[in-house]
């Protein structure tokens, strides 16, 4: 399978573009004829340039407003196509795609549109070049891909052949099962893009908010399955307009792209094993069985704040490593590694921000699948050298340099916790803390399709409905994605203000790290009990808070009270309750966050990070910290 990328679909000059789209492992690009305008380079410096890059041009465009015009019209549109196969010719590429036409003097009628194809395809026959039509969502008379399949089809020439588009085919709610019908070798190329379900205006919506496959909410798979079904062998591209992509940084764009290829192609073959798809084999999302640990790296000062901190919320100092200065803090299945080592990814993750989470380790069901797939997708591997006994357990670069670990059952990595490590403390049973319900990322909201892809495709992980926040110095947009069994769930939460308590702890630390982590009680009350008797001080909430949590729920007084009196956070959905502790911040913003789901109960208490903001906000202040 030929892989391929329109260079309108990443930020940059068509340099920049090319590097980042071969760096990311495409084999071709689209090449969109402003990219090429622009460039100082003639058309055959530029087709040298892509080439150089290891790059084919699969497809020149795009062409507009040809088919159905009046003279003169008619024959200066020819003229201006003969311009353009002149430039094709001189690039290197035998492939352009005329769009249909949105002129306000062409003419309708299938007939008419498809002979002048035919004499089009006469005219690029001449020259050994071929020409695709595509239906846009918004032609003046062709916005369906049947009838471009119809003129296609009409025209009778085998220079003349259809281009789809999933966003024109989805965007309009058309089916794509009619694609099925279509001889595959009368399709001569095929555009992916994926879109938010929004309602909107569809030339607006696809100029502007076109995302990769699986970043929005079409049937891609669908799509590409009726693609597929035909026959069709040429390369498979992607054509995202989106205004956040054409600002945001192009290398790390372009590797969500070819991420979101494969993701989508392997979803395919997968859906429909009968269409051989020519992929490399690897994994299928794997299954995430929960966080195996949580890694600090910190020193000094911090890390003794954080140590008192794990000791008031029942952790104990279970083990140390053998060989090095790092810690494991344990209560129930939970882990908290502590890194004070001087040298290593935590020592350069504390250089550049101090105390912070430097790694996650997630529990999966196979560790070599995991490694197997995330690299099929475009990850990067990640191994640093090991000391004597130590195992190397296998790991990938996340987004924005963050790293991930993997530990499986069974391939002897469970074993790392008795081979590394030496015990301290027998485990007691601290304050009922069982496992991490959850991990809360905090990010550019720019960020947050890239991770919900990195997420998405790696595992098998859905996402839900994406809330708002209201901090209050600005919104904050959080999208969770949950395994089925809820074993792993993580929210993503995005910040555009640097005055949100989210955009605050991102301007002091960078990349997408790790807030704030929820960890699970079967008991709330005994939990907060047990932590007040350790001397745990738990973010204070306002009586304001329980005389509206009075009014919005029928919640029994004396448990009001018992809320109340332990600053315990309450909702309620459709399932069950919810109900939360938060620590107060530490080390710039970091903090912890204790609850008990009951019967069921889904979310992440989105009605509560309001008041759970502001009053961490106001410690802040109290504490005489600059609050922005
Ligand atoms: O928005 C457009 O004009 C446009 C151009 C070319 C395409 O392939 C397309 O899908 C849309
Ligand atoms: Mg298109």
Known sequence: ??????????????????????????????????????????????????????????????????????????????????????????????????CSSCHPEALGGVDRAAADFHTLGERAAARGLRVGYEAL???????????????????????????????????????????????????????????????????????HFRNMPGEGDLAVTDFVRAIMATGYAGPISLEIFNDQFRGGNTKAIARDGYRSLMAVMDATRRAEPSLGIDLPAFPPPIRAEGVAFIEFATRGDEATELSALLTTLGFTHAARHRNKAVSLWQQGDIRIVLNEETEGYAASAWAARGTTVCDIGLQVASAADTITRASALGAELFSQPIGPGELQI????????????????????????????????????????????HLAQTMSYDNMLSWTLFYGTLFDIAKSPMVDVIDPDGLVRSQAVATPDGALRITLNGADSHRTLAGRFLSETFGAPLQHMALETADIFATADALAERGFESLPMSANYYADLAARFSLDPAVLERLKASNILYDADADGELFQIYSRAFAGGLFFE????????????????????????RLTRAKGMPSA
């Open 394 to 437: 296998p790991a990938i670069r996340g987004l924005s340099g963050s790293l991930l670990h993997f530990l499986d059952e069974g391939s002897g990595l469970e074993r790392v916790w008795e081979v590394e490590f030496e015990a301290v403390e027998p485990a007691g049973t601290g304050t009922g803390l069982t496992r991490i319900d």
């Open 594 to 617: 204790i609850l008990q789901r009951k019967n069921g109960y889904k979310g992440y208490g989105a009605p509560n990070a309001p008041f759970r903001i502001a009053a961490q906000k």
């Open 137 to 207: 969502a918004w032609g003046r008379h062709v916005n369906d891909h049947r009838d471009a399949w119809e003129i296609v089809r009409r025209a009778d020439h085998p220079n003349i052949g259809l281009i789809l588009d999933s966003f024109h085919t989805l965007g309009r709610k058309l089916s794509p099962e009619s694609i099925r019908a279509i001889p595959g070798d009368r399709i001569f190329f095929v555009q992916l893009a994926d879109a938010p379900a929004i309602e909107m205006d569809l030339l607006y919506w696809s100029r």
């Open 1 to 98: 399978m030929k892989t391929s990328i329109a260079t309108v679909s990443i930020s940059g000059n068509l340099r920049e573009k090319l590097e980042a789209i071969a760096a990311a492992g495409f084999d071709g690009i689209e090449i969109f004829e402003q990219d090429f305008i622009a460039d100082e380079g003639s058309p055959r410096d530029v087709g040298r340039m892509v080439r150089d890059h290891g790059l084919e041009i699969v497809l020149f465009q795009p062409f507009r407003d040809f088919e159905g015009l009046p003279e003169p019209l008619r024959a200066k549109a020819f003229d201006r196509a003969e311009r353009k196969f002149d430039v094709m010719q001189e690039l290197g590429t035998d492939l352009a795609l005329f």
